[in-house]
C-alpha cells in the first residue's frame, strides 16, 4: 500500500516539527487531519465561518463549487431532477442506494402510514397569535413532537433513529400546511394517504372541507422538483447545526427543530422570500441599475438577495435547473400570468449583474434561491411559506446526516474553540472603590 501523503508543519519559533496525514475523500479536495495540533503544538486553528474547515466524513452530497456540480449518493442532481421523485429521493439520502421495486413500496408505504399529527399537537398551534411566522411555527412545533412521540427517542437504537426519520419525512407536509391553515383561519385538513406526497401536500394547503379539490399536475411537478432540488447540500449552516446539537445526544426533533431555526436566516434559507421582496421592491426592470449599484455600494448594507454562495464559484447547478422549470410552469399555467413581470424583472436584473465587473470578479452568480420563489408564487403559496417549504424539503438531508452522524466512530460531541480577546485576568473591586 502507498504511503499516505504528508503535509510538515514548522514552529518556526522551537524548531519543532510534526507531519500530518492528508486524508483523501472519492471526489474534492484532500484534508489535511489536524486533530493533535494542539497535542503536539499548544496550538489552535483559527478559522472563522468555517471556511477551510471539514468537520465530518460524510458520504452522503458532494459539492463542486468550481465545476457547479452536486450529487447526492454520487447521481448529479440534473439526472435526479429528470428522472426520480422527491421520496426515492428521500430513500436515496437515507439509505444510500436507489430502491428496488420491494423496498420503493415498502419504503412509500411507511411514510404514508406517518402523514397524520397527533390532535394534541393541532391544540399545540392553535396557541400561537393570528398572525405567527409559519417558520416560528414550525421551530416550535416541530421542536414538540418530541413530547409527543416518544416511543421513538432512544438514540442508540437503529430503529429508532429510522421510525424518528420517517415520522419527520411523513409528518412535515401535514405540519407545513397545518401552519398555513392556522394563518388564513381555515381548518385543516387530513392528509389523504392514496394521493402522492405532493398532491397530498398541496391538497392540505389548499383545499377546503366544502370543495373537492384536484391538484394541476404541472404544479405537482414543479413543486416536486423544488423538493428535490433542496433535499440535501452537505455541511451548509443548518445541517451543521442539525450535527452540532446531534452531537450532544439530543433527540432528533430537537436537532431538526434547530436546523430550522438556521434556516430561517435571510442568509440561508430565507433568501427566496427576501428575493421576492427585493424584486417586488425594484417593481420595474428601469429600477434595476439602482439596485444594483447599491448592491455593489460598500457603505450600503444591501445585497442582491439570491446572489452569491459559499461554495458554488461557477454557477449553482440547481438555479440552471429551476430557471428552466420557472420557464415552463409560468408558460404552462398561463402566459398572462400575475408573476410573469417578477421574472421578467428578475431575468433582466440577471443579465445586468452577470456582465457586470463587480459580480465578475466575486464569482456572484444567481443561486437556487433566486427563481425557486418565483415558481412558489407563481403556485400560490404565499411569500411567509416560502422557507417552511424550504424546511420541508431539507428535514430528509438533515435526518440523513444525523443518521449518519450517530453511527460515526469519529463522532465527538461538537466543541470549536476560540481566540480569547476579552480582559485579561483581573481582581473584583468592590462598588465603592470603583473609579
Ligand atoms: N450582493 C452584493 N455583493 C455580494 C453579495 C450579494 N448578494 N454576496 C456577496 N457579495 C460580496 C461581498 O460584499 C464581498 O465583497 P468584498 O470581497 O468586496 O468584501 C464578496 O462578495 C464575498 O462575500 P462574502 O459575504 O464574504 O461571501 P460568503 O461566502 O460569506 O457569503 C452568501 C455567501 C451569504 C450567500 C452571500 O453571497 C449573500 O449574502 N448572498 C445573498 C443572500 C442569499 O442569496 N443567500 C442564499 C444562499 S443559498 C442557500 O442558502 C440556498
Redesign the pocket.
Known amino acids: 500500500m502507498a504511503e499516505p501523503k504528508t503535509v510538515t508543519i514548522t514552529d518556526n519559533a522551537t524548531g519543532k516539527s510534526v507531519d500530518y496525514t492528508i486524508l483523501e475523500g472519492t471526489h474534492g479536495a484532500p484534508v489535511i487531519d489536524m486533530q493533535r495540533l494542539a497535542a503536539d503544538f499548544g496550538y489552535f486553528c483559527h478559522d472563522p465561518?468555517y471556511?477551510t474547515t471539514s468537520s465530518c466524513r460524510s458520504a452522503i452530497t458532494f459539492i463542486d463549487g468550481n465545476k457547479g456540480e452536486l450529487l447526492y449518493r454520487g447521481y448529479p442532481i440534473e439526472q435526479l431532477a429528470q428522472e426520480s421523485n422527491y421520496l426515492e429521493v428521500c430513500y436515496l439520502l437515507l439509505y444510500g442506494k436507489l430502491p428496488d421495486q420491494t423496498e420503493w413500496e415498502s419504503f412509500n408505504r411507511a411514510v404514508r402510514q406517518h402523514t397524520m399529527v397527533h390532535e394534541g399537537l393541532r391544540r399545540f398551534m392553535n396557541g400561537y397569535r393570528h398572525d405567527a411566522h409559519p417558520m416560528g411555527m414550525l421551530v416550535g412545533i416541530v421542536g414538540a413532537l418530541s413530547t409527543y412521540y416518544h416511543d421513538s427517542l432512544d438514540i442508540q437504537d437503529p430503529e429508532h433513529r429510522e421510525l424518528s426519520a420517517l415520522r419527520i419525512i411523513a409528518k412535515m407536509p401535514s405540519i407545513a400546511a397545518d401552519c398555513y391553515k392556522y394563518s388564513i383561519g381555515q381548518p385543516y385538513m387530513y392528509p389523504i394517504n392514496s394521493l402522492g406526497y405532493v398532491e397530498n401536500f398541496l391538497q392540505m394547503m389548499f383545499a377546503v372541507r366544502a370543495e373537492p379539490y384536484v391538484p394541476n399536475p404541472v404544479a405537482v411537478r414543479a413543486l416536486e422538483l423544488m423538493l428535490i432540488l433542496?433535499a440535501d447540500?452537505e455541511q451548509?449552516?443548518s445541517t451543521s447545526t442539525v450535527r452540532l446539537a446531534g452531537s450532544s445526544g439530543a433527540n432528533p426533533f430537537a436537532c431538526i427543530a434547530a436546523g430550522i431555526a438556521t434556516?430561517w436566516g435571510?442568509?440561508?434559507?430565507?433568501?427566496?422570500e427576501?428575493?421576492i421582496r427585493m424584486l417586488n421592491e425594484i417593481g420595474d426592470a428601469r429600477h434595476i441599475r439602482k439596485f444594483v449599484d447599491r448592491?455593489?455600494d460598500?457603505d450600503d448594507p444591501?445585497?442582491?438577495?439570491?446572489?452569491?454562495?459559499?461554495v458554488y464559484k461557477n454557477f449553482?447547478p440547481r438555479a440552471k435547473i429551476i430557471r428552466q422549470a420557472c420557464h415552463d410552469l409560468l408558460n404552462d399555467l398561463d402566459s398572462s400570468h400575475s408573476n410573469q413581470p417578477l421574472f421578467e424583472i428578475a431575468l433582466e436584473l440577471e443579465q445586468i449583474a452577470l456582465k457586470d465587473d463587480?459580480?465578475i470578479q466575486?464569482k456572484?452568480y444567481p443561486?437556487?434561491?433566486?427563481y425557486s420563489g418565483i415558481i412558489l408564487s407563481a403556485l400560490g403559496i404565499p411569500l411567509s411559506m416560502f422557507t417552511v417549504l424550504?424546511a420541508m424539503a431539507r428535514s430528509v438531508g438533515w435526518i440523513a446526516q444525523w443518521m449518519e452522524m450517530l453511527v460515526d466512530k469519529e463522532q465527538r460531541i461538537g466543541r470549536p474553540q476560540q481566540l480569547y480577546v476579552g480582559a485579561a485576568r483581573r481582581d473584583y473591586v468592590a462598588m465603592d472603590d470603583r473609579g
Request: charged share 20%; hydrophobic share 40%; glycine share 14%.
Open positions: 465561518g471556511t433542496h447540500h451548509n449552516a434556516l435571510p442568509a440561508h434559507g430565507g433568501a427566496n427576501a428575493v448592491a455593489k460598500k444591501f445585497r442582491l438577495m439570491g446572489f452569491g454562495h459559499r449553482d463587480y459580480f466575486r456572484l443561486n437556487v434561491d433566486f424550504f
